[in-house]
T-cell receptor
Framework: DAGVIQSPRHEVTEMGQEVTLRCKPI?????LFWYRQTMMRGLELLIY????????DSGMPEDRFSAKMPNASFSTLKIQPSEPRDSAVYFC???????????FGDGTRLSIL | SQQGEEDPQALSIQEGENATMNCSYK?????LQWYRQNSGRGLVHLIL?????REKHSGRLRVTLDTSKKSSSLLITASRAADTASYFC????????????FGGGTRVLVKP
């Protein structure tokens, strides 16, 4: 039973480059979430989608961040241009429905040099 | 901002002992959830307790919820080395009921 799949697992890139993180939610799950985890700020919700529609993007730090969900089985989080302060672990999670537990991927560890 | 605040921030115990951690929150909630995170991995859901429930059990886990005090506790009984992880509470508070706000977590070390 495949869980949430994220790619890449690790990304190291230079400041100013575009970064694209990918997520495949669990099949049949209607909600998808993007989080960022750092030592300083803990786990922060960036954006979430219901049925492929963005519902709340109030956690997106600034215009450099964008997220899309073109279909029920794929989502991307893009940072352009990237900055060193974007270094963090980014998690994608999905849930079956309203109010149900969330299933997390193993994250993408992003380092911006 | 963080809704749930865990206490203590870190906990070190011997295998076989019980581990208790607490979570406090600020606003009304639909439910409260506990998650575990092993080093380098994603969070794993442990247990969900609804606002109208007071206690819930799952295996060696026991969760309580006191909505009057806006607090919850997670008890792990007869701990094992494999229980070493960070534990997070998360509150589901919005009208949409789909957005979770996570606390800062409790790091638990179980020594063999």
């Amino acid at each position: 039973d495949a869980g949430v799949i994220q790619s890449p697992r690790h990304e190291v890139t230079e400041m100013g480059q575009e970064v694209t993180l990918r997520c495949k939610p669990i099949s049949g799950h209607n909600s998808l979430f993007w989080y960022r985890q750092t030592m300083m700020r803990g786990l922060e919700l960036l954006i979430y989608f219901n049925n492929n529609v963005p519902i709340d993007d109030s956690g997106m730090p600034e215009d450099r961040f964008s997220a899309k969900m073109p279909n029920a089985s794929f989502s991307t989080l893009k940072i352009q241009p990237s900055e060193p302060r974007d270094s963090a672990v980014y998690f994608c999670a999905s849930s079956l429905a309203h109010g149900q537990p969330q299933h997390f991927g193993d994250g993408t560890r992003l380092s911006i040099l | 901002s963080q809704q749930g605040e865990e206490d203590p921030q870190a906990l070190s115990i011997q295998e076989g002992e019980n581990a208790t951690m607490n979570c406090s929150y600020k606003t009304s909630i639909n439910n409260l959830q506990w998650y575990r995170q092993n080093s380098g991995r994603g969070l794993v859901h442990l247990i969900l307790i609804r606002s109208n429930e007071r206690e819930k059990h799952s295996g060696r886990l026991r969760v309580t919820l006191d909505t009057s005090k806006k607090s919850s506790s997670l008890l792990i009984t007869a701990s094992r080395a494999a229980d070493t992880a960070s534990y997070f509470c998360a509150t589901d508070e919005g009208a949409a009921g789909n957005k979770l706000t996570f606390g800062g977590g409790t790091r638990v070390l179980v020594k063999p």
